[in-house]
């Protein structure tokens, strides 16, 4: 069954500091996997896309890493901010073309 | 450059009432998607349209009838609504063509609850 499987749940960090959230997919065939960050009441907004062939992906203070064999991929935040504070969600596409595969999101609050 | 819009922002119905969600984007994209999301479950397929003119069902499209009215527009319809229906309905839209790996642009929802 093709899934996508994110943790932890949820984080609080400190302002300041670095975090990493983690992502497992089943999903066959391959196609991209996607970072997206999501505020509260707002739609996903694209962080990173990786291809296969892709280890890593940096935007800004976000680096996306992808193993593609062992089917994980981390987001890294460095130098965490408050405005951070959001849903990420791992998306995974199948090489089907339309097929999107959704993580249920890492919640991350970063405080003062 | 608006990106995808969705209109209304909030509604609440009755179980029963009928509804349509709009959505539109302004960046000439050929595909279009609409998702539902719900407390712990990821976002979910309810419909998509590859390209105007054409529809295709998701994972979860009971209930839901769609039109790609045009390149701009996909609207989602509601015909008897259910409480099992009360979610935040999100339109998609990415540009698809050839190989090249496109992003995926989201609206900002639109919040349904059903009593």
């Known amino acids: 069954k093709n899934q996508v499987e994110q943790s932890p749940q949820s984080l609080i960090i400190l302002e300041g500091k670095n975090c990493t959230l983690q992502?497992?997919?089943?999903?066959?065939?391959?196609?991209?996997l996607r970072w997206y960050k999501q505020d509260t009441g707002r739609g996903p907004v694209s962080l990173t896309i990786?291809?296969?062939?892709?280890n890593t992906k940096s935007n800004g203070r976000y680096t996306a890493t992808l193993d593609a064999d062992t089917k994980q991929s981390s987001l890294h935040i460095t130098a965490s901010q408050l405005s951070d504070s959001a849903s990420y969600i791992c998306v995974v596409n199948s090489n089907t073309g339309n097929q999107f595969y959704f993580g249920t999101g890492t919640s991350l609050t970063v405080i003062p | 450059n608006a990106g995808v819009t969705q209109t209304p922002k909030f509604q609440v119905l009755k179980t029963g009432q009928s509804m349509t969600l709009q959505c539109a984007q302004d960046m000439n994209h050929n595909s279009m998607y609409w998702y539902r999301q719900d407390p712990g479950m990821g976002l979910r397929l309810i419909y998509y349209?590859?390209?105007?003119?054409?529809?295709d069902k998701g994972e979860v499209p009971n209930g839901y009838n769609v039109s790609r009215l045009n390149k701009r527009e996909f609207s989602l319809r509601l015909e008897s609504a259910a409480p099992s229906q009360t979610s935040v309905y999100f339109c998609?839209?990415?540009?698809?063509?050839?190989?090249?790996?496109?992003?995926?642009?989201f609206g900002p929802g639109t919040r349904l609850t059903v009593t």
């Open positions: 992502c497992n997919y089943t999903v066959s065939p391959f196609s991209n």
């Open positions: 990786m291809t296969f062939s892709e």
């Open positions: 998609a839209s990415r540009r698809l063509a050839g190989r090249k790996i496109h992003e995926q642009y």
């Open positions: 349209s590859a390209s105007e003119g054409t529809t």
